[in-house]
């Protein structure tokens, strides 16, 4: 069976100080993934989507950038982080028929 | 533009009654349209996912509508339980290169005693 899994689970980090979000999938094979972010009580925002290693494509300009390294790893990064990077980020992935999409647990990011 | 819009933004309802969120769309050209549940702190989980083709479709007390000449969907939780306080998201898929997912801002259900 395929499983999503994303971590930490919380972060706290000081504004300026870089960042690296991981995700990794398993059980398939070249599956579509995303990185989104949820503001607090506000609905998800995409941030990037890969079809494939090191195809990204970016959804909204901003301080964060993502890479695929490795077919089923997604890897959400920043070289400085803002106050406005707070947030709750997810990372999804669905097979490229697109009938269901998958997500991790989520990542609490809380810069100060 | 690709949007979806759901309807309320926030909704409280007593234990055991009925209630019926609402998604409208104009994500184009269309491939499937899912309702997902999300507890605070958690990830989204699939509820129900409709293709162009289908107008209904049930998950135990939460069925889904779709019109897809109108683009407009919607979630109805049926004798709703406590259980059922979550963020409900509506999300549209595209047919397109990466099947990139559209989703609304969802709509936040208190169930009270």
């Known amino acids: 069976s395929q499983t999503i899994h994303q971590w930490p689970a919380t972060l706290v980090q000081p504004v300026g100080s870089p960042l690296s979000l991981e995700c990794t999938v398993e059980g398939t094979s070249n599956p579509n993934l995303y990185w989104y972010r949820q503001a607090a009580g506000r609905g998800l925002q995409l941030l990037f989507y890969?079809?494939?290693?090191?195809?990204i494509s970016s959804e909204v300009p901003q301080n964060l950038s993502a890479s695929r390294p490795q077919d089923r790893q997604f890897i959400l990064s920043s070289k400085k982080l803002l106050l406005s990077d707070s947030g709750f980020y997810l990372c999804?992935?669905?097979?490229?028929?697109?009938?269901?999409?998958?997500f991790g647990q989520g990542t609490r990011l809380t810069v100060v | 533009k690709n949007q979806v819009e759901q309807s309320p933004q926030s909704l409280i309802i007593l234990e055991g009654k009925n209630c019926t969120l609402q998604c409208n769309y104009t994500v184009s050209p269309f491939s499937n349209l899912r309702w997902y549940k999300q507890d605070t702190g958690r990830g989204p989980v699939s509820l129900t996912i409709m293709t162009f083709s289908e107008n209904t479709k049930s998950n135990g007390r939460y069925t889904a509508t779709l019109d897809a000449d109108t683009k407009q969907s919607s979630l109805h939780i049926t004798a709703s339980q406590l259980s059922d306080s979550a963020s409900y998201i509506c999300v549209v898929t595209r047919r397109a290169a990466g099947n990139k997912l559209t989703f609304g801002g969802g709509t936040r259900v208190l169930v009270k005693p």
């Open positions: 890969s079809v494939g290693i090191g195809q």
């Open positions: 999804a992935w669905s097979v490229e028929s697109g009938t269901e999409a998958f």
